[in-house]
């Protein structure tokens, strides 16, 4: 048997059934560990060679080899093989045949089970910074954004229904707390992830005196995991990582509704810029925005991973078990496609404009200003539950004339209310309601211009 082949077959008598290969394998996707693989490896030798069980020349040539066949992997040398299943003992292979017996000793009390915990942790962090940088470009184009219009209008919606007047930027700045929860969701999914499961071995960790402290140290966990078992099965981390990007899933795709909304005929409140938008093979004039659909399709695929995740971790014995290698395939899925989404996003935002003339010149529709109004009347002493009444009736009647609120003659007025006087035409009109809003973090453009300030300082320190 040649030295590269598994050291199982000498247990197993045969060679594996080409089906049971390609069936087992995970090489095809967790090659992408390979870095993570490596510098796992590194610390363990630094570590086996402290405790005496490699010697310092035995070291040398395993970093030495570890470091070349890592170079290869990068630029595209390094030959896979599908028979040694998965990208562990893949490198282990070419390791052996490039140094021989000292690389035979690497994988002293060590198991695959611990090292891809190890690996997937190691990913995960850097995975998760990568997103956040990601989502914290996102943050900033919205924030520059809603800076374009501190000072302008748009019509809130409930319901989808037109409700009272909000600022433009109050609107965006809305998208940036939502990223921001989904930023502190990921830092706390790495401060929990952030443990050491090396040394644990298959199950039960190992008779040899392994300084798991150590290893931990060398690779920047916070800690190492305490017990052996859990070590190897744990896997909440990949849960948690996939279910933070199904929120950020989520509100991407609340984001890309809106805009598909606005960027129809009837709504006509934003241009995205050509460069993000389709056409059709028939129809000529069309122009669509494909790039958001995608965005809120793709939320469908983040979803089922997480759904495919929790499936595969319950009722699972205690251990290791083979299911486990299926975590990789919704976890890196879940996060490529978050990873795509919010780029895309980011140059939506980037390239759109909001048609702030066409969008002023409809505010006087759907009575934005009636609450405002209503909140006229118990400043004037009416109670809430009255003045919401009287509001109502207005409406009604202007609603069968045609007109608005602030059509309204003092006159008429008078008649439903007599409290009301010459002032009330100055909390009419969507523009003079969204300049009164009083309660802290309202969509006014005063807030506006205080929220879009303290986003600026916040997303510039990184914090
Ligand atoms: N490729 C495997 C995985 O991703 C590595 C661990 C295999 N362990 C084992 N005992 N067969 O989970």
């Known amino acids: 048997m040649a030295e590269t082949q598994k ?84 490198i282990e292979a ?10 035979k000793k690497l994988h002293t009390g060590r198991s695959r089970n611990d090292q891809v915990a190890t690996d997937m942790r190691l990913w995960m962090r850097d995975e998760i910074e990568l997103i956040q940088a990601k989502i914290a470009l996102l943050q900033k184009a919205f924030v520059k954004l809603a800076e374009k219009y501190v000072n302008d209008i748009m019509p809130g919606y409930t319901h989808l229904q037109r409700a009272q007047p909000i600022s433009i930027a109050a609107y965006l700045l809305s998208f940036v707390e939502q990223l921001n929860r989904d930023n502190l969701r990921l830092k706390n999914c790495r401060l929990l992830l952030n443990l050491s499961p090396l040394g644990s ?124 290698q299926e975590d990789k395939v919704h976890t890196f899925k879940a996060s490529d496609t978050i990873e795509a989404c919010v780029d895309m996003a980011c140059a939506i935002v980037e390239n759109t404009a909001f048609k702030t003339e066409k969008i002023s010149a409809g505010l006087d529709k759907g009575f934005l200003d009636a609450t405002a109004l209503a909140e006229y009347l118990v400043k004037k002493g009416v109670a809430f539950r009255t003045a919401h009444g009287i509001v109502g009736t207005l409406v009604a009647q202007c609603e069968k004339d045609g007109k608005g609120l602030a059509q309204i003659s ?23 309601v969204a300049a009164s809003y009083a309660t802290a973090a309202a969509a006014s453009p005063a807030q506006g211009i205080e929220q879009v300030n303290y986003w600026k300082k916040q997303l510039a320190t990184g914090e």
């Open 7 to 90: 050291s199982w077959e000498h247990r197993l008598g045969k060679a594996t059934d080409s089906g049971a290969v390609d069936f087992v394998e995970s090489l095809s996707f967790d090659k992408r560990l390979y870095k993570y693989d490596i510098v796992g490896s590194i610390a363990h030798a630094e570590m086996l060679c402290e405790k005496k069980l490699l010697t310092k020349d035995e070291l040398k040539q395993i970093k030495d080899a570890l470091i070349e066949i890592s170079r290869q992997i990068a630029e595209g040398k390094f030959k896979f093989d599908k028979t040694y299943e998965d990208i562990h003992m893949a």
């Open 410 to 432: 003092i006159e008429q007025f008078k008649k439903y209310s007599n409290v009301i006087g010459e002032d009330v035409y100055l909390c009419l009109g969507s523009k003079n």
């Open 201 to 324: 071995g298959a199950i039960a960790g190992s008779s040899l005196p392994l300084d798991r402290k150590q290893v931990c140290g060398l690779l920047g966990f916070s800690d190492i995991t305490y017990n052996t078992i859990d070590s190897v099965s744990d896997r909440d981390f990949c849960a948690e990582f996939v279910f933070d990007c199904c929120l950020i899933a989520a509100h991407l795709s609340k984001f890309a509704e809106d805009w598909i909304i606005f960027s129809t005929t009837e709504f006509d409140f934003i241009r995205i810029d050509d460069a993000f938008c389709t056409s059709s093979s028939m129809m000529p004039q069309k122009r669509n925005p494909d790039m958001l659909e995608l965005i809120r399709g793709k939320a469908g695929a983040v979803y089922g991973s997480l759904m495919a995740i929790l499936t595969i971790l319950k009722a699972q014995p205690s251990g290791y078990n083979r299911d486990l």
């Open 94 to 103: 070419a390791l052996i045949a490039k140094i021989g017996d000292a690389g």
